[in-house]
């Protein structure tokens, strides 16, 4: 059975999280499974880089399936998409990958963006886009707070408590806070980047994070809290819609030339 990568994007908005859900909650995975039941009739499964919570975006989720038939992979994208219609969701590209391609396990990084726009005026044209603070933040000190995170550690502080991962340690490569100017206010953006991540674990980093840049944490608490391996002493958690899955790296490029 000829197997196919799809570079998806979708705004989490409407949907209960990517996994097919039980009772009729709409997901992203089961949008995309009735739209290829639409081309080759049969019940369809399709395997994701991550499963992302209910709310949570994404501008490169990557996915793979198996089909009966062979597609050219341009025409297979855009039949997609008729059928995905009105969800908000594309397929903006799509590979012929080898049978041994796993949209999870091939997979050797993730990239997550998370914003966070700080101003009085409630939120018009990124309403359920981004997390909305009223105070600006202190860019350096969110900046020290990051610093403490990258590397490796145990995370227990910063994965839920529902989390099934079989180890708490991971590495994190990356986090890079920025601030760019926002109408009426600021946006601060969040770039986290590691092989894989917790179920949580970049909104609670960026909801401890925000505590931070408000003055009401310490740099030195987040050390604390990292050292502390209990999920207690986490800051807030922050609101799934400023979050974003952006990038999936695999040894080559499935998408490319």
Request: glycine share 8%.
């Amino acid at each position: 059975m000829p197997r196919y990568a799809l570079q998806i994007e979708y705004h989490g908005g409407p949907f209960a999280g990517w996994q097919r859900q039980a009772g009729g909650l709409v997901s992203v995975q089961g949008a995309v499974e009735a739209a290829l039941a639409r081309l080759e009739p049969g019940p369809h499964t399709i395997a994701a880089a991550g499963r992302t919570d209910a709310g949570v975006h994404a501008t490169a989720q990557v996915a793979h399936v198996d089909l009966t038939r062979e597609w050219d992979p341009f025409r297979l994208a855009a039949a997609l998409n008729a059928h995905l219609r009105p969800h908000p969701v594309a397929v903006i590209a799509c590979a012929r990958v080898e049978s041994d391609f796993h949209a999870r396990f091939s997979a050797t990084g993730r990239r997550y963006l998370f914003r966070l726009v700080a101003r009085r005026a409630p939120l018009t044209h990124d309403r359920g886009l981004a997390w909305q603070v009223l105070h600006r933040l202190d860019l350096a000190a969110l900046r020290d707070g990051a610093a403490r995170l990258v590397g490796h550690h145990d995370f227990t502080t910063f994965r839920s408590t529902l989390c099934q991962s079989k180890s708490p340690v991971k590495t994190l490569d990356r986090i890079e806070v920025s601030e760019q100017p926002y109408p009426g206010g600021v946006e601060y953006r969040f770039e986290l980047a590691a092989r894989s991540f917790l179920h949580n674990q970049v909104r609670s980093i960026v909801g401890t994070l925000e505590r931070v840049g408000s003055g009401a944490w310490a740099p030195d608490d987040v050390t604390e809290a990292l050292e502390a391996r209990d999920r207690a002493a986490c800051g807030p958690v922050a609101p799934p819609q400023g979050l974003y899955l952006v990038g999936v790296s695999y040894p080559a490029d499935p998408f490319a030339g």
